[in-house]
T-cell receptor
Framework: GENVEQHPSTLSVQEGDSAVIKCTYS??????FPWYKQELGKRPQLIID?????GEKKDQRIAVTLNKTAKHFSLHITETQPEDSAVYFC???????????FGIGTKLQVIP | DAGVTQSPTHLIKTRGQHVTLRCSPI?????VSWYQQVLGQGPQFIFQ???????GRGNFPDRFSARQFPNYSSELNVNALLLGDSALYLC???????????FGPGTRLTVL
């Protein structure tokens, strides 16, 4: 089955700096890669996703890149703000099948 | 428009008991997935249902079962509860053939 590895497990950045979270996946059939943000005590919320026919996607301060050859994808947050502090999960799935495999999560702390 | 709803919010059970968790998807969504999230980890896939048929099953014992009703709501049942079943149980819904999942607030199950 699919295995998703995520690092770092914790990340502290100064407000205004950039944050990068990296993930690798094992199943070359995976073609959908969502990223979720989970604040303490709340549900995971989709913040951005990318499909395997696209190498990069951007939404304001958030961007995701995908390298299918290396089976590697990354989340980039620029100009971080204190409200970006949360746990971020990467995930992978085969489109049309909803078995989404999650990474272990990255706890991001943005220091004001 | 209402999001995914789950009930109950919290539940305390003792070892050996049985529990039923409920989920109502977003209106128009026909797919429901169940996840178990242990503290400090990413969600683990349990089941996915689409149009009342089981589409996928994760690596969980037969004590876990689920079903989907004609109105697309779903139940997750866990028999013979163990201490290790204590977790946040998340339900997520998605539209027909869609990859984007929307999570409910979860049910926090504590097994004593």
């Amino acid at each position: 089955g699919e295995n998703v590895e995520q690092h770092p497990s914790t990340l502290s950045v100064q407000e205004g700096d950039s944050a990068v979270i990296k993930c690798t996946y094992s199943d070359s059939a995976s073609n959908y890669f969502p990223w979720y943000k989970q604040e303490l005590g709340k549900r995971p919320q989709l913040i951005i996703d990318i499909r395997s026919n696209v190498g990069e996607k951007k939404d304001q301060r958030i961007a995701v890149t995908l390298n299918k050859t290396a089976k590697h994808f990354s989340l980039h947050i620029t100009e971080t703000q204190p409200e970006d502090s949360a746990v971020y999960f990467c995930a992978a799935s085969i489109g049309g099948y909803q078995k989404v495999t999650f990474g272990i999560g990255t706890k991001l702390q943005v220091i004001p | 428009d209402a999001g995914v709803t789950q009930s109950p919010t919290h539940l305390i059970k003792t070892r050996g008991q049985h529990v039923t968790l409920r989920c109502s998807p977003i209106s128009g969504h026909k797919s429901v997935s169940w996840y178990q999230q242990v503290l400090g980890q990413g969600p683990q896939f349990i089941f996915q249902y689409y149009e009342k048929e089981e589409r996928g099953r994760g690596n969980f014992p037969d004590r876990f079962s689920a079903r989907q009703f004609p109105n697309y709501s779903s139940e997750l049942n866990v028999n013979a509860l163990l201490l290790g079943d204590s977790a946040l149980y998340l339900c997520a819904s998605s539209s027909t053939g869609g990859d984007e999942q929307f999570f409910g607030p979860g049910t926090r199950l504590t097994v004593l």
